[in-house]
């Protein structure tokens, strides 16, 4: 790999970061066109963002960076290279390096004690838990995972049974969750799984037209493992790093 150097601390600190990037690419995406062939930036960004939602999240940027550099290196006017990176850019840059290469994991910003209820749990306790925390969503669980019980639900529940002048606080948790407008509305993400795997999550509900109530993280994001962490609507802001 070769490239003209440029004379500023702005310059270098922008390629320097630049190849560490293409150089993560790479590993990730490889190339799988034959010996001596070379992807290209841009072949290397579309086909890394396949799989790495990191990638994915600064595809846009990346190949705008990928302009830059081509300004930087290849185009000069004299001996002077035609492009400069602003100090702005080249922060940015170094931040997305780090963001790809060690991504924040949902564990190290939302492993929390997490308040669950069973089924067989009265109603009334499940609301106390939630006023008493001040929680819209609380994970119900047996020997695992069962579903998300959500202020909506309740709501629902209790539309349908003063509808029939009828409140039973003793109602179990089970009961009452049938009134679940959508039961898909939570995901199971292990803690390994990165802040952009959470906030693509949300995106994708977005996308579709629905409401993704909760993420709750274990150790392997399976229905029996225990909660170590939850992330609501809520802290979706936190989902960026």
Known sequence: ?????????????????????????ERI?????????RDTFYDLVNAASKGDAAVRRYEVDLKE?????????????????IAEPHPEIVTALEAIL?????????????????????????ISKATRI????????????????RGLLTGE??????????????IIIGEPVEVVMRETEDPDNFVLLARTATIF???ERFDDYYRRGKSLDAIVISD??????????????????????
């Open 220 to 241: 392997a994001g399976r229905t029996r493992d225990t909660p170590l962490g939850i992330i609501t609507v809520f802290d979706y802001p936190n989902l960026f790093p």
């Open 65 to 81: 960076y990928a302009d830059l550099r081509n300004a930087i290196v290849h185009e000069r006017r004299g001996d002077d290279a």
């Open 29 to 37: 995406a490889g190339s799988k066109k034959g010996p001596g062939y």
């Open 130 to 145: 939630m006023r008493e925390g001040n929680f819209s969503q609380v994970p119900v669980y047996d020997d695992e995972f």
């Open 197 to 199: 795997d959470a906030k």
């Open 98 to 122: 780090a963001n790809l290469t060690k991504p924040p994991l949902v564990s190290s910003r939302f492993t929390k004690t997490v308040v669950t209820c069973s089924p067989s749990d009265p």
């Open 153 to 166: 639900t309740v709501a629902r529940w209790l539309a349908s049974r003063l509808s029939l002048d009828e």
């Open 1 to 25: 790999m070769s490239f003209v150097p440029s004379n500023t601390e702005g310059s270098k600190r922008f390629l320097t970061a630049f190849y560490g990037v293409e150089k993560h690419l």
